[in-house]
Nanobody
Framework: QLQLVESGGGLVQPGGSLTLSCAAS????????FAWFRQAPGKERGGISC????????NYADSVKGRFTVSKPNVNDTVYLQMNSLKPADTAVYFC???????????????????????WGQGIQVAVSS
């Protein structure tokens, strides 16, 4: 059973940066496709980035493209989300999610719903405010 724990959230000023970490245990990182979702106050949760288990495909939502970078360097069993040029609109609870490649073969797509992901972290708050 894969377990995911997010860290690195907090309060940052507009234009600042944060790096979220998703520490995985109970499985081999290369067997899983990972995604980052976020849920802003009063809004539905939505995917913002995914990285296919093979690392062969990375996708970003238009709202974060060019500012956020997801990586899976295969050290420390951790997936990262580097967030730069943060805006107040980025304020949300951020979730790390994972799907075993047998459950989600092929390349990841943000058009696929969160039901594709079997494992979820507890979520971590990111607040962007001056």
């Amino acid at each position: 059973q894969l377990q995911l724990v997010e860290s690195g959230g907090g309060l940052v000023q507009p234009g600042g940066s944060l790096t979220l970490s998703c520490a995985a245990s109970g499985g081999t990182l290369d067997d899983y496709t990972f995604a980052w979702f976020r849920q802003a106050p009063g809004k539905e949760r939505g995917g913002i980035s995914c990285i296919t288990h093979s690392g062969g495909r990375i996708n970003y939502a238009d709202s974060v493209k060019g500012r956020f970078t997801v990586s899976k360097p295969n050290v420390n069993d951790t997936v990262y989300l580097q967030m730069n040029s943060l805006k107040p609109a980025d304020t949300a609870v951020y979730f790390c999610a994972a799907a075993h490649w047998l459950h989600y073969p092929g390349f990841c797509s943000l058009a696929d719903g969160e039901e594709r992901y079997q494992y979820w972290g507890q979520g971590i708050q990111v607040a962007v405010s001056s």
